[in-house]
């Protein structure tokens, strides 16, 4: 396994110990997460794979704040959220990731803007500042011409575009990227694929989820989950470059 992926100078931003997610399914207990160590370092792009029933969505919901290890330990950004509450899991959430989804989670009766300033009014920013911050992250992702559009006026690639920046309007510690490319044709998934590569290069962290082979080829480093444990963790040795010049 190649774990030497970034300077040693830097603390990680992501950090699991000996993870493990265990449910009971009746008289059964599944193992959904077995033991994963991980170790993401700010401004990494990782895709995380594996078949279904690997472990990647127990994962991500664990890195996401959604839930939380039935023992190990996970430290996001210095923090150690292994046995948080409800409200101090929902705290990490809304000031250390930002989600982008398969299915865009947009709310269809309201403009672009106010889509984008969602995460700011649970912030509490006021007014003024909202606007100031959503319009610049749409700004960011090409749809400074869209603000006023609802979802529905909009093609499917714009519409992630929408949800990538309301998943970066309040400049999260990490982009964690469900499937993002699941409901688009392949051109406009390239498309996103090359908007996340343009964030990476302005040193975002990204964590993208996917089964896509060919998605996961854009990313630096591919961990592979089979049976709830990693199997493989390795370099990218020729990324995929979606339109972007070589760092």
Do not use: W
């Amino acid at each position: 396994m190649d774990h030497d992926v970034q300077p040693t100078n830097q603390d990680p931003i992501i950090e699991l110990k000996d993870v493990r997610r265990i449910y009971k399914m009746g008289t059964q207990t599944v193992k959904a997460l077995d033991g994963a160590d991980i170790v993401i370092y700010p401004g990494e792009y990782v895709a995380i794979m594996g078949p279904s029933g690997s472990g990647k969505s127990t994962m991500m919901n664990i890195v996401g704040c959604l839930d939380v290890p039935s023992s190990g330990t996970y430290i996001l950004n210095g923090q150690d959220v292994s046995d948080m509450d409800d409200d101090e899991l929902a705290d990490a959430r809304n000031r250390e990731i930002g989600f982008v989804f398969q299915t865009f989670n947009l709310l269809p009766r309201v403009n672009c803007l106010q889509n984008v300033e969602l995460p700011l009014i649970y912030a509490g920013y006021p007014r003024s500042k909202r606007r100031e911050m959503a319009e610049k992250a749409l700004d960011n992702v090409g749809l400074a011409d869209r603000m006023d559009h609802k979802p529905n006026e909009l093609s499917g690639g714009q519409r992630q575009r929408v949800a990538v920046a309301r998943a970066l309007v309040n400049n999260p510690s990490i982009l964690l990227a469900d499937e993002p490319t699941g409901n688009l044709d392949s051109k406009t998934g390239i498309e996103i694929m090359h908007l996340f590569e343009a964030l990476h290069v302005a040193g975002n962290t990204i964590l993208v989820v996917t089964h896509e082979e060919e998605i996961a080829q854009h990313s630096r480093r591919i961990v592979r989950l089979r049976d709830g444990k990693i199997e493989t963790d390795e370099r990218v040795e020729n990324p995929k470059l979606a339109g972007i010049v070589n760092e």
